[in-house]
């Protein structure tokens, strides 16, 4: 069975950084390429970035880039998401999920529980 | 930037048919993926690749996909069925590809 659990979420002051982290079991986590996807409070879900099963290949919703970095260590099965310079419009729960299917074509089929990242003054 | 348009809400008795459609420019032309979300739930994928049913959802889900608008059915629809529906699609129209959510349908089942 697939978990993926992230964690890293808080409260956090406009303008500062927060690390999120996604710790992957029960899949071969270096076969899959990954993705973040947020929902906002009573909001739907905002698809936030991809990373491909190497790393090699990553891309960003218009609205992080240049502030958030995604990432991955297939040796520790571990999925991050660096965000800088948040902003009040970035609060969210923050989920990790699997990204199957062909690539840049695929679907998410297995969600985390996700991690607040509350952003505040 | 690549956008989908979902109507806001669709209000069904039980045992009755419903349709949720997504619209896009040229979406027959994409792999259309549809999920339910439950309050207090992360969404789960109901339907991928326009059609195609993960093991576990019930046949009474179906999908179809062609020219301007996808549809989600569901068929003798239960009270288990209520909560928001969204689709999703990939855009690769820029210079990267942008995985793109419709705003989403509430299911209310009468």
């Known amino acids: 069975q697939v978990q993926l659990v992230a964690s890293g979420g808080g409260v956090v002051e406009p303008g500062r950084s927060l690390r999120l982290s996604c710790a992957a079991s029960g899949l071969t986590f270096n076969y899959y390429s990954m993705d973040w996807v947020r929902q906002a409070p009573g909001k739907g879900p905002e698809w936030v970035a991809v990373i491909s099963y190497d790393g090699k290949y990553k891309s960003y919703a218009d609205s992080v880039k240049g502030r958030y970095t995604i990432s991955r260590d297939n040796s520790k099965n571990t999925l991050y998401l660096d965000m800088n310079s948040l902003r009040t419009e970035d609060t969210a729960v923050y989920y990790c999920?699997?990204?199957?299917?062909?690539?840049?074509?695929?679907?998410?089929?297995?969600w985390g529980p996700g991690t607040l990242v509350t952003v505040s003054a | 930037s690549y956008v989908l348009t979902q109507p806001p809400s669709v209000s069904v008795a039980p045992g009755k048919t419903t349709s949720i459609s997504c619209g896009g420019s040229n979406i027959g032309s994409k792999s259309v993926h549809w999920y339910q979300q439950k309050p207090g739930q992360a969404p789960v994928v109901v339907i991928y690749n326009d059609s195609d049913r993960p093991s576990g959802i019930p046949e009474r889900f179906s999908g179809s996909n062609s020219g301007i608008t996808a549809t989600l059915t569901i068929s003798r629809i239960e009270a288990g069925d209520e909560a928001d529906y969204y689709c999703q699609v990939w855009d690769s129209s820029g210079d990267h590809a942008h995985a793109v959510f419709g705003g989403g349908t509430r299911l209310t089942v009468l």
């Open positions: 999920v699997r990204d199957l299917g062909q690539w840049l074509m695929g679907y998410f089929d297995s």
